[in-house]
């Protein structure tokens, strides 16, 4: 090929790279075009003596494979500069973004998160540029030179290559990244530098330092640079270089909400690593002159790498008695599976269009608490395939709903309570349409007083839903007098966006007669939408007909808000008389729906010299949000759970529900236990602290042990418990490993390692009978196959796949003949919602009650043909007219709970189980890897393994999220920063602990459930915490080390950030004789 004339290229190139530009498509020179396999026979000279020159359109895949295969070529001289751009390259984006996105609009976008551009720029890296006027080359660090990122390339110039230089001899570069999340984050800083000496010295003969994340575009540190020419490579230079350093990159606060006093720490530390790296490579190149490092700062230099985690599942034997047709105690794939795998499950979005169908989009509150003035719709209605707008004046009957202290309401009507509530909304003929008429619609407010979002705000104004809660047990009062030591703290404990993987979805299409609706929602209770959706129309129940195949994830964020967004969509409808889709975007879902209670924990404890615990006064806030959802609920289940796995003689434990102006938080898996039992397991430590004794000490000396009374006075026996923290211990071989662990931290000082094992008890129960009631219907066909459906919700969770294996035990066929279609309150009225792990319990017993019903009217045919076929059977059955139909119920649990004399029985069972988890921190930027994870869970008689241990699985890994990593960021005003995937992380692979070890605890039975299983959605969750507490004990040994007071506090999400503030060294002092001058807050906790 040869290569092509610019007049061409511009011919030819209908999109131009410009620094304007968010898309980049270039069309490159043919010399300047590399690629992988035969790309040395392939290109005429994509290397040189100098360099590398890789086209603009390169995507950043292939120019990963062709630094890789460089490095292999080329002598080791030569090719730091590409070592440093393929370790970002590592970690930039995930493969699916990497196989699209181009060195060129990489560069170009000039964005500040580039992880790129920094060592780019730092390099020395060269572009080519073109236009009509012929060609030239600029230094890639001139599109930065002013610091705020004014392109230097002129509008009519494109990006044709970039040229990369080899390294020389002398010369050191090191790329550097921090991200909320090692992959597939945006970076909160990262940096590129290099540093040339003159030969044979360790004299700096050329500087560059370039840093990324910390204002609006890459930056270089060029007075410091400029500075240190000439200088040693010493400690003496390190200090004026971090000094430098801090004066010069002048750090705003950032609009997501990252704190300046971080970024800071993080460049400096950076620079310091840099500095480590250099004085180690000084060494190889003459040890006499130039040690290098200490043998226990070594370790810092290597990065944490994410590694394919290996795990171990342990689970029961089936007895050998057992028919082999029977599925039940059989690790069984999920059902649906494979569909979820492929892409062919079906959700709500995935169905057709309707003839004549309409697209919902929401207008939403922009103020926390203010007066509705006017609300102007005329530009929006001018918009291209507007049909109307839909506000509260629409809904024919019901608009707010009172299930408790407070109202739940579907649209605002003189004004608003938080920011995200649902004031009106669009409907149009495309789903953009909508969304730019929704943009158009202009409310105007009054500021209303006060506007409270915290839970601090809320204790000051007194704004509570009622009723508080208080649980008290012994004498507190003469306990805290009788004791040896006392200790005191708070710990708060951030909330958890669902993050479900099918946004709330909805479509309403109403059937044309009598006012019937058939509504398709992805929820967790069917019966409610129906009841809230018939409510607002003003028509009975038996003409709206809910159905749900599926659901793309819950974690109980599907229940009243999907009941209000329901509603929204069946009001659009009955108005337009046509099918209405609701689908919310992430960033919509995750402004409106709130998620889980932020929980502010304060607790008194008094024990003995010897770590006995003998009296706990505590109190917990939980921020509601505006309206009062499930919060209370939430905040009785945090009291009756408070215990964990520990028996309390003297204990008073008060519970607020706060209510604030954010939107209203609602269930989410665990239901209140997590945060309680979190701070539970904190003043456990503290107790640790205090006495000298390790955690784990405290937590067997004070630990149920024989059957004993909750602090409700409810009996339990915890033999499991002791049996699940025994085989804990063993399984994980957790004292030989807690000794390495601390030999470790002895050969290190920049890493260090934690290990923790943490016990659980979880109670499973409803509270009340009708919450847990169930029903099945059950259809046997004339050709033998099976149509089963109960009140149950498939979330995920393998529900219908267990029900498919009670169904076939008890009418001994095939799974193979039994099919699941879809949950409906046509087929099942009034079920229960799908919460509170209690699914498969009671639709199970629903089930197998509809199944032997079948099986008595079978059974005189069966006697009579003993060796007939279920075929044979069923054909013989409907011939004699015998009912192949049945209906299954369960009643439900006969749980109860006085809250005026404090004690009852909520709860019908224990599950038991214990984790250890070990970690490796970084001292210098808060990075945290884990490494090991060792769980043994009580959970009876599991029904199917294989979907039990994922469960339990996926609810650890959840938590490692709640406890480590998911942070929701506000504005003093109330609005949500981190909405969507870019600024919200939640665990990926490269958190799951590397060794994954999981085991059912054997032999155990529950009299209480079907085929003596228990519930086991929520309960694995809480085990994250071991994750927590092992980051507790590596910051402890820090700690320790440099001679640091030993009471210290730590909140949850133990984030990076909050890691690196503990391990306190120079660097952290440094940050504390540099305040920021921006001191303002950009981000609330609350």
């Known amino acids: 090929m040869t290569e092509e004339p610019v007049e061409n290229i511009l011919k030819l190139t209908h999109l131009w790279v410009k620094h304007h530009l968010n898309i980049y498509s270039v069309k490159v020179a043919a010399r300047e075009e590399v690629g992988m396999g035969s790309w040395k026979q392939r290109m005429d000279f994509p290397f040189s003596r100098s360099g590398l020159t890789l086209g603009a359109a390169c995507s950043l895949s292939l120019m990963k494979d062709i630094l890789t295969n460089a490095i292999s070529e080329y002598p080791e001289e030569k090719t730091k500069v590409f070592c440093a751009v393929l370790q970002q390259l590592r970690t930039l984006g995930g493969e699916q973004i990497r196989n699209v996105a181009s060195l060129g609009g990489n560069i170009v976008s000039r964005k500040s998160t580039s992880d790129l551009n920094p ?13 009509r006027g012929g060609k030239r080359q600029i230094p890639l660090s001139d599109i930065f030179a002013d610091g705020v990122g004014n392109n230097t390339i002129t509008p009519e110039e494109i990006l044709v290559s970039v040229y ?9 570069v090191s790329a550097f990244r921090q991200a909320p999340r090692r992959e597939n984050a945006l970076p909160i800083t990262n940096a590129g530098m290099r540093v040339l000496f003159e030969e044979g010295t360790d004299l700096i003969k050329d500087l560059s330092i370039f840093y990324g994340g910390a204002v609006s575009t890459t930056i270089c540190a060029k007075q410091t640079c400029r500075t240190l020419i000439g200088r040693h490579w010493n400690e003496q230079m390190l200090d004026e270089a971090c000094q430098l350093i801090l004066k010069e990159i002048a750090l705003p606060g950032s609009p997501s909400g990252e704190k300046v006093d971080y970024k800071k720490i993080l460049v400096v530390s950076f620079f310091y690593r840099f500095f480590l790296e250099v004085l180690q490579s000084l060494r190889t190149m003459d040890p006499c002159r130039y040690p290098g490092i200490p043998m226990e700062y070594r370790s810092v230099l290597q990065d944490f790498k994410t590694k394919i985690p290996q795990s171990i599942q342990i689970y029961q034997d089936i007895e050998p008695s057992q028919s082999p047709q029977d599925p039940v105690g059989r690790p069984i794939m999920h059902q649906s599976g494979i569909k979820h795998a492929t892409g062919e499950a079906v959700y709500i979005d995935d169905l057709p269009s309707v003839d004549g169908e309409l697209f919902l989009a929401v207008v939403t509150s922009s103020r926390a608490h203010a007066k509705i003035v006017s609300i102007d719709t005329s530009e929006a209605l001018k918009g291209p395939g507007v049909f109307d707008i839909i506000t509260a004046h629409d809904v024919p009957a019901t608009n707010e709903f009172y299930y408790s202290d407070g109202p739940e309401i579907i649209f605002a009507r003189n004004k608003v309570i938080c920011v995200g509530q649902i004031v009106c909304a669009v409907v149009a003929d495309s789903d953009i349409h909508a969304k730019q008429a929704a943009a158009k619609v202009k409310i105007e407010y009054e500021v209303l007083e006060p506007v409270i979002l915290t839970i601090e705000e809320a204790i000051k104004h007194n704004s509570f839903f009622e009723p508080k809660r208080k649980l008290e047990h012994g004498n507190v009062d003469q306990a805290f007098e009788t004791v040896d030591n006392i200790i005191e703290g708070e ?16 479509l309403a299409v109403p059937i044309g007669e009598d006012k019937e609706m058939d509504v398709y929602v992805s929820t967790q209770h069917p019966a409610i939408i129906q009841e809230m959706v018939a409510a607002s129309l003003g028509v009975p129940a038996n003409r709206i007909m809910c159905h749900v195949k599926r659901v793309g994830g819950a974690f109980g964020g599907k229940l009243l808000k999907a009941g209000l967004l329901a509603s929204v969509a069946a009001v659009a409808a009955n108005k337009t008389s046509r099918a209405v889709r609701l689908i919310l975007s992430r960033g919509d879902d995750m402004l409106i729906t709130g998620g889980r209670h932020p929980f502010i924990g304060k607790y008194k404890v008094g024990f003995m010299n010897d770590g006995r615990i003998r009296a706990v006064d505590a109190k917990y806030y939980i921020n509601g949000g505006c309206t009062p959802d499930d919060s209370v609920l939430v905040a009785e289940v945090s009291l009756l759970k408070m215990d964990n796995a520990y028996k309390i003689p003297n204990l008073r434990c008060w519970a607020y529900a706060c209510k604030t102006n954010l939107p209203s938080n609602t269930a989410f898996r665990g239901f209140g236990f997590p945060q309680s039992a979190l701070v539970t397991e904190t003043w456990i430590t503290g107790v640790a602290d205090k006495t000298g004794l390790s955690p784990e000490k405290i937590r067997e000396i004070n630990m149920y042990k024989e059957n004993e009374q909750t602090h409700f006075k409810q009996k ?26 601390n030999e470790f931290n002895k050969q290190n000082y920049w890493k260090k390692k934690g290990i923790a094992i943490v016990p659980m008890k979880f109670p499973f129960g409803l509270g009340t009978r009708y919450l847990s009631q169930a029903a099945a219907l059950v259809h046997i066909y004339t050709d033998g196959s099976v149509l089963l459906t109960h009140g149950g919700i498939e979330m995920g969770q393998g529900i219908h796949t267990k029900m498919i294996q009670v169904a076939s035990r008890e009418l001994n066929i095939p799974m193979s003949c039994i099919h699941f279609c879809e949950t409906s309150t046509t087929t099942v009225p009034n079920a229960c919602a799908s919460a509170g792990s209690a699914g498969t319990d009671v639709n199970g017993m629903a089930v197998k009650d509809a199944c032997q019903t079948l099986l008595k009217r079978l059974q005189p045919i069966i006697n009579k043909n003993p060796k007939g076929t279920w075929n ?14 049945a209906t299954g119920y369960f009643r439900g649990y006969n749980e109860n709970m006085d809250w ?6 909520p709860f019908t069972y224990f599950l038991y189980g214990a984790a250890c988890s070990e970690v490796e921190i970084n001292c210098l930027t808060g990075d945290h890897k884990n490494l090991r994870t060792d769980i043994v869970m009580d959970i009876g008689y599991s029904i199917n393994p294989a979907v039990d241990i994922g469960q339990i699985e996926g609810a650890f890994v959840q938590g490692i999220g709640l406890y480590t990593m998911e942070e929701l960021k506000y504005s003093p005003e109330g609005v949500l920063y981190t909405r969507g995937p870019d600024q919200y992380k939640i665990p990926a692979v490269c958190d799951i602990p590397e060794q994954f070890s999981v085991s059912l605890l054997s032999s155990s039975q529950n009299p209480y459930a079907i085929y003596a299983s228990k519930g086991i959605g929520e309960a694995g969750l809480f085990l994250g915490s071991s994750v927590f507490f092992a980051l507790r004990d590596a910051v402890t040994s820090v700690r320790n080390e440099r001679g640091l007071k030993k009471t210290f506090a730590l909140n949850s999400p133990l984030t990076a950030e909050q890691i690196r503030a503990s391990c306190a060294d120079d660097f952290t002092e440094m940050m504390k004789n540099n305040e920021s001058t921006s001191s303002t807050p950009r981000a609330i906790s609350v």
Not at 872 to 885: C, G, H, M, P, Y
Not at 900 to 905: A, H, M, N, P, Y
Request: charge should be negative.
């Open 119 to 131: 060592i780019l720029a730092a390099s020395n890296c060269m572009l080519n540029l073109a236009s």
């Open 164 to 172: 990369i230089p080899h390294s020389r001899k002398g010369e050191y």
């Open 491 to 506: 710990i708060h404990i951030g909330g958890q966006e669902h993050f479900y993987m099918e946004t709330q979805s909805v």
């Open 716 to 741: 339990l026996d915890p033999q499991n418990l002791i049996r699940c923290w025994n085989e804990c211990i063993e399984k994980s071989a957790y004292y030989s490993r807690k000794t390495a662990v």
């Open 872 to 885: 044979d059977w069923i054909k013989e059955a409907f011939e004699q007219s015998v009912s192949l139909s």
């Open 900 to 905: 005026e004399k404090g004690e009852g029985q």
